[in-house]
């Protein structure tokens, strides 16, 4: 240590520099720290990224025809053509209906029997649509995704120069940001988000609060180092294994689920620096007040990773919730690093969403810090 001060190297500095070394040991000496760092982003992306989606695809459905028509024929073809839906036939309206009863299909489109004569009169087109409601989000997926097909199919006639009256007007529809409107672009960067808040908890929640347990902690009071040095020696470590558990997740959201990258990888970098020190910051609370690595556990699940599920706008849209628990959202981290991703993943480097939600993980990560020097200070007065 003398050799170090006769460098003009601060005796903090030296004793940071110890304390991250020290850590550093221990993680490489237990593996639970590189498994919650590595494997747990690993296997939840996995069982995530291919488990959740807000996407219909072959979707059965019935199709009854009073009377088989050419023009009935053709917008049946068109649906087993499309990826959305699987056309079962069946015989009359009755067994269409018990099918849907016993939910062998998930809708009805009925064809009556003067579809034909009525679509080439441009009158009202007899076409029931029939959709089972138990589902609700799957109803009105099943209903968009047949106005579309049946949009196209008529799109078609017109382009063959049959029946241009039934839509005079060809509307065109561009779909910005996600043009596959595919639901995994959008719910991956939230999940990444949503992982890397119950990553950055456990890391430092669990290891911390075995430190207390096995009595490390109380030694490294009696030590020279300030509070401050003791939480930024265990700071540095953790934030670096929890980046690597950042780059992992994102490679795989790129790579293996094709999310698209629009905006810079520097950017991705600088705002996912931001969150993990809130998200560690959350942990260090957690284990500042509870010294038991079981307790530990169990609150930075129901209060870090449970809350970011439902409430940081992963799955449920933030501006559909009630005035209150809107409000509950904007003390939830990940609810800003969620809007930060979807933006750098899908939309690119837009300042007016990066910069607003990178100041204000900054400012959860000052105060989490704040209130954690100021519990330990007083503890081990």
């Known amino acids: 240590m003398n050799g ?21 040991l221990q993680i490489i000496r237990d593996p ?17 990224g291919y488990g959740v989606s807000l996407d219909a695809r072959h979707v059965p459905v019935a199709i009854v025809q009073d009377i088989r028509s050419p023009d009935s024929e053709g917008f049946a073809a068109s649906l087993r053509n499309s990826p959305w839906f699987l056309p079962v036939p069946y015989s009359d ?61 008529i799109s078609h ?7 241009l009256s039934v839509f005079p007007v060809t509307l065109g529809a561009r779909i910005w940001f996600n043009p596959d409107n595919r639901s995994r672009d959008f719910l991956v960067p939230g999940l990444i988000a949503v992982i890397m808040t119950l ?36 700071f540095i470590p953790y934030f670096g294994l929890g980046m ?10 790129h790579f293996l689920f094709d999310v698209p990258l629009r905006g810079s990888l520097l950017v991705l970098g600088v705002t996912s620096g931001f969150f993990l020190s809130a998200a560690l910051g959350m942990g260090l609370l957690i284990s500042t007040v ?19 599920f439902i409430l940081s706008g992963f799955i449920f849209d933030i501006h559909s919730m009630p005035t209150v628990i809107r409000g509950i959202t904007h003390i939830i981290p990940a609810s800003y690093f969620v809007t930060i991703l979807q933006s750098v993943f899908l939309a690119g480097n837009i300042p007016g969403v990066i910069i607003p939600n990178s100041i204000a993980l900054i400012l959860f990560s000052v105060f989490l810090f704040a209130v954690i020097h100021r519990i330990s200070r007083k503890r081990i007065e």
């Open 157 to 163: 006639r017109n382009e063959r120069g049959r029946d």
């Open 290 to 308: 509870a010294k038991n690595q079981f307790v530990a556990g169990q609150i930075a699940i129901v209060f870090t990773f449970l809350p970011a």
């Open 93 to 153: 309206i009755h067994s269409a209906v018990e099918a849907m009863k016993r939910q062998d299909v998930s809708g009805i489109l009925w064809f009556r029997e003067d579809f034909g004569r009525e679509l080439h009169s441009f009158r009202d087109s007899p076409v029931h649509i029939v959709v089972d409601g138990v589902d609700d989000n799957t109803a009105r997926l099943v209903m968009g995704y047949l106005t579309n097909v049946w949009q196209v199919w």
């Open 199 to 234: 990553i950055g908890a456990l890391l430092t929640a669990l290891v911390v609060a075995r430190e207390w347990e096995r009595g490390t902690m109380e030694s490294l009071f009696v030590t020279p180092a300030t509070m401050g040095e003791i939480l930024l020696g265990k």
């Open 4 to 24: 170090f001060r006769g460098w003009g190297i601060p005796p903090s500095v030296v004793r940071i520099r110890a304390l991250v070394r020290k850590e550093t």
């Open 32 to 48: 639970s720290s590189l498994a919650i760092a590595f494997l747990l982003p690993f296997v939840l992306l996995l069982i995530f």
């Open 244 to 253: 690597g558990g950042m780059a992992l997740s994102v490679t795989m959201g």
